[in-house]
């Protein structure tokens, strides 16, 4: 999986990561993340203004909508309305390009190969893998071993190392601690802080109304497919 | 090469066969007899029918007759592509995407033989084409149903990988490659095999008939080596263009896996 076109400028340290200021310059009123009135057959219309360096936390039951909602934003499924990173429209976007900028990360991921490494693009993306995976408390030979061989929780690190790797503007994040220990959240939830703080917009769904409270400076309840402010 | 023809009371000898299988089913309690007995009867009603069918046509040595039955044999084998999968793709896509398969890889195969290796006069000779057409095609509707059954089945089973590819960015021909690879190598396995097994393990059926029809062995055997490129080509190529065909109709503007574009058999 090689990016085919730019992606935005990789940083090789492991954590925080810097990119260049957008077009419209710090401190522009244009937020990173904007839906305006995003809607399909199943779900919807929603509306929603992230700015840069701020996380969303959805809550709400099984089926309301929440995966339905991340995975409109990425357009992997069918979708009306119109979605901006930066102020610029999705359409304007190959689906690829865009969908390297606002990463979606399954609660289930899925996995293509029997081993690890060609889940990450070789490059300075694996290096930033292989950099990120003790600060999730992986070992690094977890690195080297077949994939059916890893736990739930050791595989739900990984899949979120992968959409980290990327170092997207945007992360839309489905449970990515649902099946780890109290320790294992604090080091996913440190490290998502840490882009926070380069930035980053993180759309995160989360049934720990704590871990909504630890991260997300909006927060909102997903109740028969429409969003609720919590 | 003078065939020895057969009588109907040699035909009815072998008959007997069938009613010793029956007697067989009737004795250790299978309960096929009836089951055998009628697809004997269904086998010989069928044969014979396709026998008078092709003397017509081949007196007749008309074009658009010729073109005609190949199509009715194209449109039969296209169906029974399209029936084959536990799962069914919208808007009568198994239809589209077998027929359209078994027709361009029989008729590109079919008319690249008549043309340049067997070279009948004309070239469209019914007393060629036909069963030439439907060698090929027996090969082609094989490598096009496997090939079909193995992406629908193989794009539900792959739905989580796939996804999680697409959501990392990687355009949507990437992603189902490993599938589509692994369904044109479904769509080929039987006649690989067939190559493999040819004249070890089985005699094939055309030097067979052709060495009972007087041939000398020699003979035969070149031009089964021929039919069988001929068959390999088919296959391949029907295989290949379902894959293409199937994965075009799951994906749309925005290299989404449109698995909601599935239906399961009802």
Known sequence: ?230 | MNPILLSPFDVAIAAVLILVDAGLSLALRLGLHRQLVWAALRMVVQLVLVGFILRTVFALASPPVTLAVVLVMVAIAGREVAARPEQRLGRFGNYAVGGSAVAIATFLTAILALTTAIRPQPWYDPRYAIPLAGIVLGSVLNGASLALDSMLGGVLRERTAIEAQLALGVPFYQAIRGLLRASVRRGLLPIINQMSAAGIITLPGIMTGQILAGMDPLEAAKYQILLIFLLSGGAGLAAVVVVYLVAFRLTDDRQRLRIDRLTAKG
């Open chain 1, 1 to 230: 999986m090689a990016p085919d076109d730019s992606g935005p400028a990789r940083s090789p340290s492991p954590g925080v990561s810097r990119r260049p200021a957008q077009s419209a310059g710090e401190g522009s009123p244009e937020p990173r993340l904007r839906l305006v009135a995003l809607r399909s057959a199943l779900a919807g219309p929603f509306d929603l203004s992230l700015a840069a360096g701020t996380c969303a936390a959805i809550a709400g039951p099984s089926g309301s909508g929440k995966s339905l909602l991340l995975r409109m934003i990425a357009d992997l499924d069918p979708n009306e309305g119109d979605v901006f990173l930066d102020g610029r429209e999705r359409r304007g976007f190959t689906a690829p390009a865009w969908r390297r900028r606002a990463v979606y990360s399954a609660a289930e991921p899925g996995w293509w190969h029997d081993s690890v490494p060609p889940h990450f693009p070789p490059g300075a993306a694996r290096e930033l893998a292989r950099a990120l995976m003790p600060r999730l408390g992986l070992a690094a030979t977890l690195f080297d071993s077949p994939v059916l061989r890893l736990s739930t929780g050791e595989r739900q690190r990984l899949a979120l190392i992968r959409a980290l790797a990327l170092d997207p503007p945007v992360l839309l994040l489905d449970e990515p601690t649902g099946a780890l220990d109290q320790d294992s959240t604090a080091q996913v939830e440190a490290v998502l802080r840490e882009r926070l703080a380069g930035g980053t917009a993180i759309l995160i769904v989360t049934h720990s109304p704590e871990q909504a409270a630890r991260l997300g400076q909006q927060r909102f309840r997903m109740h028969e497919r429409r969003l609720e402010s919590a």
